[in-house]
Each structure stands twice: as structure tokens, then as C-alpha cells.
């Protein structure tokens, strides 16, 4: 109940596209910033992406920036991540947490990490 799920992963082809969903208790989710995560086999978790509760503020790895697009939808409690033109190195396990703040950071404290939406970009 404290643990986002993510969902949405899944298999595609190196340019296709993919969405990803993180859902959370209102608890967890109201007046956080939400940020997507990912972790490579054998690699440390790497921030991808994170959005305000306003959706006034957005922040992206550089590799990501033009590709990927996070957004929210607050009534539904959910945010997603919108993958195009997909590289085999976007390849992880993609995980979602919670900052408490109104604006995003990858140097804050996330919490309440989801168990995580494999994703597999190959042929």
C-alpha cells in the first residue's frame, strides 16, 4: 500500500515505442513530485525523468531529452512515461518514487519505490 506499481513494460524493437504507468495510493502520490528510475543487469539505478505535483516543472536525463515525455494525471493518482524512438540501452527495469517538494531534483530522497516494469529493447 506504501509502494507504487509500475506497469507497462514489455518487449519492443529498437525505435518503437512504449508507455509505462506508476500508480499510487492517494497518500503517497498527492503533493509529491514523482520521478522514473532505471536500472540496467549488473548497473546502478539511474534517474530518467521526474515531474512536479503541478506539472510545472520537468526534469530529464540527458540521454532521454526529445524521447521520453513523463506527465500526470492527479485525478487518477498516476504518472506516466511516453518512451519513443527506443535504443537497446534503454533496457532496465523502470521504477517510479516519490519527492517530497515542489520541485524536482536528482539530488533529493525518493521513497516508496514500486517493484519495478521490466522493459526490452532488442530484435
Known amino acids: 500500500q506504501l509502494q507504487f506499481v509500475e506497469s507497462g513494460g514489455g518487449s519492443v524493437q529498437p525505435g518503437g515505442s512504449r508507455r509505462l504507468s506508476c500508480k499510487g495510493s492517494?497518500?503517497?502520490?498527492?503533493?509529491?513530485?514523482i520521478g522514473w528510475f532505471r536500472q540496467a543487469p549488473g548497473k546502478v539505478r539511474e534517474p530518467v525523468a521526474c515531474i512536479t505535483y503541478e506539472m510545472d516543472h520537468t526534469l530529464y536525463k540527458d540521454s532521454v531529452k526529445g524521447r521520453f515525455a513523463i506527465s500526470r494525471d492527479n485525478a487518477k493518482g498516476t504518472v506516466f512515461l511516453q518512451m519513443n524512438s527506443l535504443k537497446s540501452e534503454d533496457t532496465g527495469v523502470y521504477y517510479c518514487?516519490?519527492?517530497?517538494?515542489?520541485?524536482?531534483?536528482?539530488?533529493?530522497?525518493?521513497?516508496?519505490w514500486g517493484q519495478g516494469t521490466q522493459v526490452n529493447v532488442s530484435y
Open positions: 492517494r497518500s503517497i502520490f498527492d503533493w509529491f513530485a
Open positions: 518514487g516519490a519527492l517530497l517538494g515542489p520541485r524536482c531534483s536528482w539530488y533529493g530522497q525518493y521513497s516508496y
